[in-house]
């Protein structure tokens, strides 16, 4: 397979030196003379090597200012959030539709990642041949079980996005680049993930996530979405009363709290994030701040803000404290926590003084009909610029997330019981929304939590995906209005885009074996 012909030997070690440029404590040969000769020597290389695999983590999103998993980013894809910049692809993927085309140098979005996820499947293929060199015992179970976890988080990615694709599981080494390889298909792909997370949970330790390094529960979680997505609902709800009850992971009492420094260091309910720290370890170009508040890059859908209920729980047709003509008050909580609003001020969070201390549709990168994204914001920044740094961690999984995909798998199987409710009402509760109402059928409860998913998730990355699951993103995406005072524009979306393009150099590169996906 010529996918990893150009980059292989350069990658592999690549990742490595990258990881001793985060352990400087370690005490190596120069990086630049590392070989497969004179590495895998101590127990220290393992380590220099997983490091290595979690780079990937850190890839680069086919843009300046975002990488693969800054989160808010995918809800560009969706009818969450508009990208005026067009950070993560999103932007031009509704206006003008997926292409399977040469992609240019400033767009490099769908083919990016792609080679992200095949390059760290390089790695960690590398890194599961050769760990046993120098661990044994129960540390080599650890560092095995870490990279199985990796390798499965990498091929989701690629099942996810583009559906039937190569699986390869060898060192890179004894490849033969002569040969060439064929597609396998998704569910070929996907029973590969869940093997591999299967291995990850049987060697991974216990116990609550801190490090950045996987845990038992991270695999599991990891799972639970694989089998959400294959709707194997018996499954997904089993395991992940599995993780309820293993009682490692609870609600952060603070909604924000999860989402900026320091308050995420110690939240219980992360169980995944790419992990930053200053001041040797920053986003992309610039803080996420600079990116989501200063130039206003991803901005919140009046269709999004539409989703949320009043603060009774009920609509904003329906509700007693709703106040007709005061449209962002006595809301769902979340909603202003997630977004900023009209005549925001420092006491609603708003960031910026002098003449721009009041938020203002129209100025400053505002775009009237849109919302600035507050989630994500350290709420002690002041006037957030270019050059201002940032290390929030990108959440990639919460326990949140577990509770409402029990409820969803859990009504699927059996309808709205107890356990059903109780798992809602508990991410509910925790920004004091009202209960859910008694005595709704399968069908009201299904769009309960799928109004819940939205509302809890929004602009972190998860709303695009839970669309194209469902079966619904062509109903809601194609003929979507952005923005309600340009009703005329309207976003594009078909069946096919279900499943991204296999980048049309890698087709070139390996034709005839490796064939376009359907509709491209």
Known sequence: MNLYNKYILMLIMLSVMLASCKKSSLNLNPPDKLSTQNFWKSESDADLALTGCYNFLYAQGGSYSTSQYQVVAWDNFSDNSYGQYNYGGGSSALSSGLSAGVFDTYNLYQSSYYVNNYRAIASINYFLANVDKVLTGDKLKQYKAEGYFLRAFNYYWLAVLYGNVIITTADPYTLDYTKHMAKSTRADVLKLVEADLDLAIAGLPDVAYSSGHAVKGTAQGYKV???LFEKKYTEAASLANQIITGAKFSLNTSYPGNFYKPAQNNSPEIMFSVKYQ???????DNGISVSLLRWKGELGTQDLVNEYEAA????????????KGKPYDNRDPRMRMTLFFPGDTKAQGWPFT?????????KDSWIVGYYPVKKWLDPTLVDPDYGTKGDNDFVLLRYADVLLMYAEAQNEVAGPDASVYNAVNLVRARVNMPALPAGLSQAQLREKIRHERRVEFAMEGIRYFDLRRWGIATQKLNGFVQNPLFPSVKTKYADNYDFWPIPQPEIDRNAPELVQNPGY
Request: proline share 6%.
């Open 225 to 227: 979405r694989a089998l």
């Open 312 to 323: 009774d729980g009920k609509d904003t047709t329906s509700s007693a404290v709703y106040v």
């Open 278 to 284: 200053l001041p040797n370890l920053s986003h992309q």
């Open 354 to 362: 002098g003449s721009y201390a009041i938020g203002t549709p129209g």
